[in-house]
């Protein structure tokens, strides 16, 4: 039995705390709750494994930057045999509201880079994945300047919640089927 969960970011300290660092913020989360350190970088990637409950857990953060993230997690797929059925992948979702979740079990890259990616280089669009609302930008934003800036003062605390709910929802997949995390976490 094996679990892996990606999430997606840019590496560097003025990439940190940016709305696109979400999947990011979500790994480190998963890493100090299962106490599993990212201490190992190979593929392109930093990550780390651990076993909780008797499964095989893989904690995967790509560095190569969003738009080539598929270039890091298909070689990772690769070297450690894993399942795409046992792959989260999280990420940022300007359609849906900060604060909240989408889980969904496939779908297409929605404009998101980094997915566009991943379809790439896995080939296929069927797999399970936590969408993390950022929002839209206000006042005619552009999108690239909007998703790597920080998120407004007031939107800090309803995303830090949205990062344990995140982080939860990958734990409940450690003993639940996906449909049943969906149904439990959407929202």
């Not at 990637?45 to 790509?62: A, F, Q, S």
Request: glycine letters at 10%; hydrophobic letters at 35%; one cysteine or more.
């Amino acid at each position: 039995m094996v679990k892996w969960f990606v999430g997606l970011g840019n590496p560097g300290r003025e990439y940190e705390k940016t709305r696109h660092n979400v999947g990011f913020w979500v790994i480190d989360e998963l890493s100090q709750r299962f106490n599993i350190p990212l201490n190992q970088t190979k593929f392109r990637g930093i990550y780390g494994t651990g076993v909780i409950n008797g499964e095989k857990v893989y904690l995967l953060k790509p560095i190569t930057y969003m738009n080539l993230s598929g270039e890091c997690v298909r070689p990772f797929m690769d070297y450690f045999k894993l399942p795409v059925e046992d792959m989260v992948v999280i990420y940022d979702d300007l359609d849906t509201p900060a604060g909240k979740l989408r889980l969904r079990e496939k779908g297409s890259a929605g404009g998101h880079n980094g997915m566009k990616s991943i379809i790439a280089h896995i080939g296929t669009q069927e797999y399970n994945r936590v969408r993390f609302g950022i929002g839209r930008p206000k006042n005619a934003q552009p999108v690239p300047d909007y998703v790597l800036n920080p998120f407004s003062k007031e939107d800090v605390p309803v995303v830090e919640k949205t990062v344990e709910r995140s982080a939860d929802a990958c734990e409940a997949f450690l003993s639940m089927p996906f449909t049943r995390v969906m149904n439990k976490y959407n929202g």
